[in-house]
């Protein structure tokens, strides 16, 4: 089922046939160090996968869809939205490597902002971020703003919380 597209994305829902490309992404230690997360092992993706196909997205605060480039009709990474520990609604994305530095991780990006705002009646969004993962900085300077930062014990980096309002979203006019 499709959430939303982009100009070159389409956001839906994760299918099991997407096992075999999503463990390209959770197996790669390129795509998960900077998030910090652990690699996963193909049982373990598989059940990450699971997990998010068996969750109820209309009764979830976590919704985690899948990201499919439009021209090849297949997955290229996950977008989500989930609650913050301060219990706020927030962003989060992550791409197969083969797909960095392409522009699709600002443009998912501009797709949440607006999909929180626009669908989910949402008045403030944050997205938190390990402040060495430079990429993902670069992309959330772009639309939000900076207010703290603070270690993540879970992930055992220091994370940096953006946010974003609705009212200063729509003066980007994006």
Known sequence: ???????????????????????????????????????????????????????????????????????????????????????????????????WKKGYGTEVTVGLLNYGFDQMKMDKITADVDTRNLNSVKILEKFMTAKKEFFNEADNCTDRRYEIRKKNWLQHGI
Request: hydrophobic share 35%.
């Open 1 to 99: 089922m499709t959430i939303f597209q982009t100009e070159r994305l389409l956001i839906r829902t994760l299918k099991k046939e997407d096992s075999v490309d999503y463990f390209d992404m959770m197996g790669n230690p390129n795509v998960m160090n900077p998030i910090p997360r652990d690699v996963m092992t193909k049982e373990e993706s598989n059940d990450h996968l699971n997990k998010f196909l068996n969750t109820e997205p209309t009764t979830s605060d976590i919704k985690v869809w899948a990201i499919e480039l439009k021209s090849e009709n297949n997955f290229i990474g996950l977008c989500a939205f989930l609650k913050n520990n301060e219990n706020e609604d927030e962003i989060g994305y992550r791409l197969r490597e083969k797909y």
